[in-house]
């Protein structure tokens, strides 16, 4: 089975910009969530994506938005960066009502904003 | 809201001694949780979790943890560490979505 995979995986933008990282979901999941893992912090909660509509979101602003497509791949897209968006961005996907509650990740794609 | 609190932000330790990772979770009447580790420049992989069941739990690369339900506790043990364990150690909660704590850095020393 293929695992998650995400890109890109580095990238670099200015200031005010704007920004769309994509994810592929493991095969035989449903939802998709996305993180961001600010240097030497743990990953926070950005939003999750099920049945293509946003089912929980974390403490971020409206310029994060997201996308989850039929074949449960998804967009994260960040308007107007700021230098604080700079981090490692983390996809996990996973199946809603899995007993055993995996979540699989992405290795990630780290954005630097100048 | 669930949370978890790990305790330490780096632990040093030699080459083939002990090691415990310390994380604790705040109470509710049930809770899934778990430990991901993060090699440099990667992503996060699981190391094991506690759905129920047994509170002795084993995972991969010879981690285990115990579940204690008393102390509200989920620390992550190997009885001999080796310098490729170096990484970052994340406990985690599972409510509608998972949970992280702050992290533990894990250094080895020769």
């Known amino acids: 089975e293929t695992g998650v995979t995400q890109s890109p995986t580095h990238l670099i933008k200015t200031r005010g910009q704007q920004v769309t990282l994509r994810c592929s979901s493991q095969s035989g999941h449903n939802t998709v969530s996305w993180y961001q893992q600010a240097l030497g912090q743990g990953p926070q909660f950005i939003f999750q994506?099920?049945?293509?509509?946003?089912?929980g979101r974390g403490n971020f602003p409206p310029r994060f938005s997201g996308l989850q497509f039929p074949n449960y791949s998804s967009e994260l897209n960040v308007n107007a960066l700021e230098l604080d968006d700079s981090a490692l961005y983390l996809c996990?996907?996973?199946?809603?009502?899995?007993?055993?509650?995996?979540?699989?990740f992405g290795s990630g794609t780290r954005l630097t904003v100048v | 809201a669930q949370s978890v609190t790990q305790l330490d932000s780096q632990v040093p330790v030699f080459e083939e001694a002990p090691v415990e990772l310390r994380c604790n979770y705040s109470s509710s009447v049930s809770v899934y949780l778990f430990w991901y580790v993060q090699y440099p420049n990667q992503g996060l992989q699981l190391l094991l979790k506690?759905?129920?069941?047994?509170?002795l739990v084993k995972g991969i690369n010879g981690f285990e943890a115990e579940f204690n339900k008393s102390q509200t506790s989920f620390h992550l043990r190997k009885p001999s560490v080796h310098i490729s364990d170096t990484a970052e150690y994340f406990c985690a909660v599972r409510d509608d979505k998972i949970i992280f704590g702050k992290g533990t850095r894990l250094h080895i020393l020769p």
């Open positions: 996990a996907s996973s199946k809603l009502g899995q007993t055993n509650y995996g979540y699989t």
């Open positions: 994506y099920y049945r293509e509509e946003e089912n």
């Open positions: 506690y759905l129920s069941g047994s509170t």
